[in-house]
């Protein structure tokens, strides 16, 4: 989703924060190209593989969230190592009643970070509790020392906040390597699913998924196969256009009008009880189906003996019972590879 390719890193700040707090009043500016790459790695690629996008929430407005406050105001000129010291002590008083791991802190400016195409300034705020172990060889006079030390390589950040400054709303990715830390998640960041069409994607396929496997079964009888071969028919729609359209989707994908009134009033009773707003048409975001179709299982178990994958024709399959009651499955193949 984030391509760091064309990006530059502008400056960053280094904090300690912890049990020792260290916070720094100056910045760091390393334009050589060798050294460049080697922040884009560390700082974006962590964000190269995430679909899922956000934005930031207050229980009253955006404006009113604390982090959305202090990086606005960097955007808009703010000095960054004033901006990041704020943003420190934003997370010094957030996290001041958990048992948090000292870490280093740091506060970065981008220029051209690609989203969907298009360019944006970015901030990115990043946490690392633990540095690699390396070995630092040097000659000294006709010798070779060498020193064993502590530093960031191909470290990935414990937490992390990317803030892309898109027009509207702006674009959050969060990492968090607790999954669901609620000091950084919650009172550090303040942040909700942002509603666009990569989270309408992923949204429609998993409802999509649940309307499949568990409640479909309950009101028609089904064969496993054939809830195998929706699912695919499901992700090979997504792959295969460029715009959702709700009512062509099902007709498309279900085919029988019970089975679509069905899907229809599923789905609105899933937005209801998840909280969402999914538009009944959106652009398709390619990352989030490649995402998204890696749960979308389609093997078919028999007993403890077989496992069946089916990715393609439902045709070639057919399903019995024989003279002793015994189920079987009989398979159709052109080739054997």
């Keep these: 989703m984030v391509n760091g390719k064309e990006a530059r890193v502008e400056s960053f700040v280094l904090h300690r924060v912890g049990v020792e707090n260290v916070l720094s009043d100056y910045s760091a500016a390393l334009q050589g190209e060798e050294e460049q790459e080697f922040l884009r790695k560390l700082f974006l690629r962590p964000f190269a593989n995430m679909a899922g996008t956000a934005e930031f929430d ?59 195409g298009a360019g944006y300034d970015a901030l990115g705020i990043y946490k690392f509790d633990e ?6 060889s040097q000659v000294k006079g006709r010798s070779l020392v060498m020193n064993l030390k502590r530093g960031l390589g191909n470290s990935k950040p414990n937490k992390a906040c990317l803030v892309v400054f898109t027009e509207g709303e702006y674009t959050l990715f969060v990492i968090d390597d607790h999954v669901n830390t609620e000091y950084w998640q919650k009172d550090f960041i303040g942040h909700r699913p942002k509603k666009d069409h990569v989270n309408s994607t992923h949204q429609v396929l998993d409802m999509t998924r649940t309307f499949i496997t568990e409640q479909l079964p309950q009101q028609f009888e089904i064969a496993k196969a054939d809830q195998i071969d929706l699912l695919n028919r499901s992700v090979q729609y997504f792959k295969s256009h460029t715009e959702f359209d709700q009512e062509h989707f099902a ?17 609105e009773r899933f937005q209801e009880t998840h909280d969402l707003d999914i538009g009944d048409t959106f652009a398709i975001s390619p990352q989030a189906v490649k995402q998204q179709a890696r749960v979308f299982k389609s093997v078919l178990k028999l007993d403890k003996n077989f496992h069946i994958y089916i990715h393609g024709d439902r045709n070639r399959i057919e399903h019995g019972v024989d003279e002793q009651g015994r189920k079987f499955y009989k398979i159709y193949y052109d080739q054997e590879h």
């Design 251 to 267: 007709q498309e994908v279900f085919q029988e009008q019970g089975v679509v009134s069905s899907f229809k009033q599923f789905g």
């Design 58 to 116: 207050h229980a009253v407005a955006s404006e009113y969230n604390v982090l959305h406050g202090l990086a606005r105001a960097i955007e808009q000129g703010e000095d960054l190592v004033a901006g990041s010291v704020a943003i420190a002590r934003h997370l010094i008083d957030v996290s001041q009643h958990h048992n948090i791991n000292s870490g280093d802190l740091f506060v970065v400016k981008f220029t051209n970070v690609e989203l969907s």
């Design 131 to 136: 540095k690699e172990v390396f070995l630092e």
